[in-house]
């Protein structure tokens, strides 16, 4: 098992930069994929960011160049740096976790709220 608990939510104003963090416990050393979700209100859950165990990361176009996704001692931590914040990035951010062969974990989500 993998246990995911984020932090880091806030409310910001547009143009300010928040940074969330996700810690991973239990089986860790098996992660391959480890990210962000968000999902804002009467909208579906979408992919933010992502890294590989290899490090490769994949963005969604909408956060190209204003997120960025990091991680430390392997797969303990995973970090979103998200910069230049819009209300459009209002939504509960949620912290993924895969492991080959096991259902996909998620954290109890963290609420991003951009407004002035």
């Known amino acids: 098992q993998v246990q995911l608990v984020e932090s880091g939510g806030d409310l910001v104003q547009p143009g300010g930069s928040l940074r969330l963090s996700c810690t991973a416990s239990?089986?860790?050393?098996?992660?391959?994929?480890m990210g962000w979700y968000r999902q804002a209100p009467g909208k579906a859950r979408v992919l933010v960011a992502e890294?590989?165990?290899?490090?490769?990361?994949n963005y969604a176009d909408s956060v190209k160049g204003r997120f960025a996704i990091s991680r430390e001692n392997a797969y303990s931590t995973v970090y979103l740096q998200m910069n230049s914040l819009e209300p459009e990035d209002t939504a509960v951010y949620y912290c993924?976790?895969?492991?080959?062969?096991?259902?996909?974990?998620w954290g109890q989500g963290t609420l991003v709220t951009v407004s002035s």
């Open positions: 239990g089986s860790i050393f098996d992660i391959n994929d």
């Open positions: 993924f976790a895969d492991r080959r062969g096991f259902p996909r974990r």
């Open positions: 890294i590989f165990r290899g490090g490769l990361t």
